[in-house]
């Protein structure tokens, strides 16, 4: 057997279906948007399409609820300090867990050093926000408060609907981070209470290049991005036609398959934790069940995360991930593990496994087999 890829929530490969769909937008339909003659209003009315096949994957209220953007980070930006700059005037405190991305984390950190109060609200042993510590920081003065639908290092999914109801008594705006759990679950913004939310492209077998903000109706945000007003001015710049159409496609597949698709990863997922649960000094990271299907993360004891990917890939061509991809280039343990209570050494032995379409039942003992290899290797030459 061939490559078998295992870390899918850095990227997903784009979706065949989504390439076929989309590529017109690269060839002939390549129109800009904002022009007026037949090209420029056929462009208007594909990237009007897209937004409404994000629209029902999340439930939105309607198709204007739903801002195009380059990418997570931009969306996430936009969300905090578009929504905390636009309410200064409300409160000058913003709050976000203590496993958010750091594309959460640092746009916060930079109002921080403008004026703002940054509190971080602390989560127990398997990645679940302290609701009562959500409780006791919340004030009036608190404009936006960021969690993440589902956690992309260890796999937890939050309780997002109990959250909404602690914030908006207390506090002003909800953002959440849906970028590992948009597409792999269901989604209700409606009904969950969420007032902003972060959606990737290339995190749902879309092409690379495009993101989308959710907003709710009534919700106000300043623009971080001036130009020429696209975007209803929130987020000025021509659109990525091919990348958005693509992204609005890769959105109706996820939603129409995602029942089918989890019942078939979970298996898969349930399997390889249960057999390299059976390696010695091996852990689960993360809710041992309210947790992603497609997910799978460990720690090893006296090893490192770093040749664990690196023996995966050379030996056995397995790729798999030691941490979340933005931060792995740095030698410093994950802030997630730390903030789940592990010690720097243990925090350091991380592996993580995020399925997708490729994988298959049959790479299981493939993959374990690859796993039980590499930590006994590891393990004979680690000085620990």
């Not at 990645?127 to 639908?149: A, H, P, Q, R």
């Amino acid at each position: 057997m061939g490559r078998i890829y295992l870390d899918h929530a850095s990227v997903t490969p784009v979706d065949p279906r989504v390439l076929e769909f989309a590529e017109r937008y690269l060839k002939n339909d390549f129109g800009n948007p904002s022009s007026l003659h037949s090209l420029g209003l056929g462009a208007k009315r594909f990237i009007e399409d897209a937004r409404g096949k994000i629209a029902k994957l999340i439930n939105a209220e309607k198709e204007t609820c739903i801002i195009f953007t380059s990418g997570a980070t931009e969306s996430n930006n936009l969300a905090i300090k578009g929504t905390a700059l636009r309410n200064v005037a409300k409160g000058k405190e913003v709050a976000a867990s203590a496993i958010e991305h750091m594309s959460v984390l640092n746009p916060m950190k930079e109002l921080q050093k403008n004026g703002f109060k940054l509190n971080i609200i602390p989560v127990d042993s398997t990645g679940i926000v302290d609701l009562e510590k959500l409780g006791g920081v919340l004030t009036k003065n608190t404009t936006v408060t960021s969690i993440m639908y589902a956690n992309n290092e260890i796999g937890t999914i939050e309780p997002i609907k109990e959250i909404s109801e602690m914030v908006h008594e207390k506090g002003l705006y909800l953002h959440v981070d849906a970028i590992a759990a948009a597409g792999r679950i269901p989604i209700d913004v409606q009904n969950d209470g969420i007032d902003l939310l972060t959606i990737s492209s290339n995190d749902m077998y879309g092409p690379q290049g495009a993101g989308a903000l959710y907003i709710k109706p009534g919700v106000r945000l300043q623009s971080i991005l001036p130009g020429g007003g696209q975007e209803r001015g929130l987020r000025s710049g021509t659109e990525n036609l091919f990348a958005i159409a693509g992204m609005g496609e890769a959105a109706r597949i996820a939603k129409d398959e995602m029942e089918q698709e989890n019942t078939r990863l979970e298996k898969i997922k349930d399997k390889l934790i249960d057999e390299i649960l059976k390696i010695e000094e091996s852990y689960l990271t993360g809710h041992p069940t309210q947790r992603l299907p497609h997910h799978a993360s460990f720690r090893f004891s006296r090893i490192e995360g770093e040749s664990i990917l690196l023996n995966m890939n050379m030996r056995y061509s397995i790729q798999v991930s030691t941490g979340s991809a933005c931060s792995s280039k740095t030698l410093e343990p994950s802030h997630v593990l730390l903030a789940i209570g592990l010690k720097h050494e243990e925090a350091h032995g991380s592996m993580v496994l995020t399925l997708g379409r490729s994988n298959k039942a049959e790479e299981v003992p493939i993959i374990v087999k690859a796993v039980k290899e590499t930590v006994q290797k590891l393990r004979k030459l680690s000085p620990l």
